[in-house]
Structures are given as C-alpha cells and as structure tokens.
C-alpha cells in the first residue's frame, strides 16, 4: 500500500489549481484576513456544489431527456429572474404539463441541488417551471438553461 504525502511541489500545485478555479469561475480579492489560496479553495469548493451528474442517466434517458430539454428551451416565453433562481414561463399548447414534469423528474435525478416548482396559472393558460436553489446556483441555472444575457 502506497501513502502518500502532500509535500511543497504537490501544495504548490493544488494552489496553482485552486487559482486557475477562481479565475474561472469570476473570482476577485481575498476576504479580510483569508490568503489568496484559502479564498479560492472556498470559492472553488462552492462552485463545485453545482455539477451534472451524468451517470445518473442511462443512454436512452439522456436522449430523451436531452430532446425535452431543446424543447423547453426552444418553447419558452417569458424568462422572469427570482431571488434564488429563474421562473420560465411556458403556454400548455406548446409545453404540456406532462412532458414538464417528465423532464422535472430526469433534471432532478442528474441535478439534485436544484428545487424544482411547477405553477399551472391562469385557469390553466400559463405553466411556469421555477428553478432556485442555495446561494450561488443562478450562474449554473444561466449557462445550463441558455438565459440570454441582459
């Protein structure tokens, strides 16, 4: 059985690695008294939080999954930003309730950090999809689901 241990060259490059996070993920200057490297460990750690799982499913469900998903997206109307996330707003002629809730129930199996709400409003003219979440999930809810940029 091999040990292994974090020597100086294997910190360095974690904190290299830590680094190049935060830039991706729009990092700025460490809070008051935190180093540079602790700041962007625990800003890398949040991101993190928010990751597709793939394997969640088989071949055939993300297929389909993948086409529903085209077409919410493609059939969406009103974007509306909430506090924790963003409402889509959809017509039941083009989106049935059904085909929604297919979708809520594979996303929720490859993205259990998100919340899911589904609203039929308006004597059953208006079907809203809200998606929130924890602190720092409308970035993740923006690229995932193609929000144009304001």
């Not at 991101?47 to 088989?58: E, P, Q, T």
């Not at 049935?96 to 609203?119: G, T």
Request: hydrophobic fraction near 40%; include cysteine.
């Amino acid at each position: 059985m091999q040990i292994e241990t974090k020597t100086p060259a294997r910190k360095n490059l974690r904190a290299t690695a830590v680094a190049l996070a935060l830039l991706l993920i729009g990092g700025g200057a460490p809070l008051h008294g935190q180093s540079t490297t602790a700041n962007a460990e625990k800003k890398a750690l949040m991101a993190s939080k928010f990751y597709c799982n793939i394997k969640a499913l088989n071949a055939t469900e993300r297929a389909h999954h993948k086409e529903l998903t085209a077409n919410l997206i493609a059939a969406r109307g009103e974007i509306v930003e909430a506090d924790k996330g963003y409402e889509f707003q959809y017509s039941p002629a083009k989106v049935p309730l059904a085909e929604l809730a297919d979708w809520v129930v594979a996303e929720s199996k490859c993205c259990p950090f998100l919340d899911f709400h589904i609203d039929l409003e308006r004597e059953g003219k208006l079907l809203c999809l809200r998606l929130t979440g924890e602190q720092g999930i409308k970035p993740f809810i923006e690229t995932e689901f193609q929000i144009p940029v304001k």
